[in-house]
């Protein structure tokens, strides 16, 4: 009994310390972000506290981290700007519906068919994009309310700190793992500088973090249906993103931790967390890979972890702003350094010669669209792309075999699927001008699957009957006979022989 108490204690504590880590790193990242969007950074820390307190309550993937993220942000400027916050709210409510009933109809499981290749050039994207976001830390508005990047002593000053700070959270876990290494070394920096006098940006310096409990309040804006007409296609896309980075990163926890999310349940967590979001003043968002594996790696396992992170995110805000204030923003960006390294899959440069070229295509091109765009772009062109090559190599896997028969006649035993993508193989397998007088072709091996193999068998039966020579078509389904103009009387039927499959056809849609 008292071992079992030692488990649960030792495991709860990991997921409170781990929530804290989080919590440190999600400060700067929600008020980013809340400027990505253009709205309070209050709007943003709000967000973040919502969605990771509502995501691990009702419907977290167990060690999971959700709050607001820089994918949805970019969605809500161009809405934030021509129409106001008021209607970013409306949006988040209506976003949470769409993902509740995403949820609820059971769509989650696709995640499952989303490719490798296109797996791993996500999350290496988002490592790229995550080391980009932290580029603008080491830049300071000059005199003349320009950007400028830091130079001389600052700079030094800070890639020590940064240095210092990789280096604890690299170091620190072989030697003992009784406390997280990233929140040993923001303590340690942050000491280091407070108590050393260094001059350094702190976290103060970004934004003013401190403010109350959230309120509840419904969005103030005219319920008609113009109103729904401008919000209703930034709720599709917004829910659409969130679910794509949230059941991406469900997956990637899931093969660190050799367990199993449940996508449908994820859905539904983020749908919820989305519509208390809309109601209570927060940007909404979805699941957070940085900060996933800040959590994983510190020893949050557990939906605790996630409950932890969102009441410290909340104790910052309402009681210690202050402190939190003066953390130097260069132990927080030597986390997040910390975390592309443990997030780009770096095995991938091995891969490149031992995998087949497209798929290191794939791999890349996903990299290269998650970082220009965003991963929702990102991950749509991959699944294309995948299919794309999947219906090449299918197509090259077309061939007959022929022989000519007792009674003179050819026979061409066709092998591999035919569809639209492999009729063109299909047609060149045939010598129509120097064929017998009497041709089969035998579909046994085969399966006709879309209109286009349709298409392609009538005019090769046309080409055959214009030069006077009979064609038979054998072990056809019999979709295949209904569809056919010119060779439906072709088709030779054998009711115990011939397969029974369906065709992707519009006419018998």
């Known amino acids: 009994m008292f071992q079992l108490y030692y488990d649960h204690a030792a495991k709860a504590k990991d997921d409170v310390l781990s929530g804290l880590t989080v919590a440190l790193a999600l400060v700067p990242e929600a008020v980013a972000f809340a400027f990505v969007a253009g709205v309070n950074p209050l709007v943003g820390l709000y967000g973040a506290f919502l969605m990771g307190l509502v995501t691990s309550l009702v419907g977290g993937r167990p060690g999971m981290i959700s709050g607001a ?22 949006t988040i409510v209506i976003t949470g519906l769409i993902q509740v009933a995403f949820g609820g109809l059971k769509f989650g499981k696709y995640i499952r068919m989303v490719p490798y290749p296109v797996m791993l050039g996500f999350v290496n994207g988002l490592a790229i994009v995550i080391f980009l976001a932290q580029m603008q830390q080491f830049q300071v508005k000059g005199a003349d309310g320009i950007m400028h990047w830091l130079s001389g002593p600052p700079l030094f000053t800070m890639l020590g700190l940064v240095a210092l700070t990789m280096a604890i959270m690299f170091l620190l876990p072989k030697i003992t793992r009784a406390f997280p290494g990233g929140l040993a070394a923001i303590i340690t920096v942050s000491l280091l500088v407070i108590f050393g006098g260094l001059d350094t940006k702190s976290v103060g310096d970004i934004a003013d973090i401190s403010g109350g409990f959230p309120t509840f309040h419904i969005p103030d804006l005219p319920m008609n249906l113009e109103t729904l007409y401008i919000i209703l296609p930034y709720a599709f896309i917004l829910a659409g993103v969130g679910l794509i980075e949230s059941l991406l990163t469900m997956t990637v926890v899931d093969e660190m931790t050799g367990t199993r999310g449940q996508g449908n349940r994820v859905s539904i967590g983020q749908g919820l967390a989305n519509m208390v979001n809309g109601f209570f003043g927060g940007m909404g968002g979805c699941a957070m890979i940085g900060q996933t594996m800040i959590n994983v790696s510190s020893g949050g396992l557990r939906n605790l972890s996630g409950i932890s992170a969102a009441l410290f995110l909340l104790s910052f805000i309402v009681f210690a702003s202050d402190l939190i204030a003066m ?27 031992k995998i087949p070229r497209e798929d290191s295509f794939v791999g890349i091109l996903v990299a290269v669209v998650t970082v220009f765009t965003d991963l929702a772009m990102a991950v749509i062109v991959g699944v294309i792309a995948t299919a794309l090559v999947f219906a090449w190599k299918q197509a090259r896997h077309v061939y007959a075999e022929t022989l000519i028969n007792e009674e003179g006649s050819k026979i061409y035993i066709l092998h591999g699927p035919l569809f639209f993508a492999s009729i063109h193989r299909f047609n060149e397998l045939f010598d129509v001008e120097n064929d017998p007088d009497d041709v089969i072709i035998d579909f046994a091996y085969s399966r006709v699957a879309d209109h286009s193999a349709i298409e392609s068998i009538d005019s090769l039966a046309e080409k055959y009957t214009k030069v006077g020579k ?11 006979k209904e569809l056919f103009e010119q060779a439906g009387d072709l088709v030779e039927v054998n009711i115990k022989e011939d397969p029974h499959y369906h065709v992707a056809d519009d006419k018998l849609a």
């Open 470 to 480: 009979t064609l038979h078509l054998r072990h056809l389904s019999s979709e295949c």
């Open 327 to 353: 953390v130097p923003v260069a132990a927080l960006v030597g986390l997040m350094f910390m975390v592309v390294i443990g997030t780009f899959e770096w095995g991938s440069f091995n891969l490149l010669n």
């Open 69 to 90: 993220t820089g994918a949805m942000a970019v969605v809500m400027v161009a809405l934030v700007a021509q129409h106001g916050v008021e209607y970013l709210f409306a």
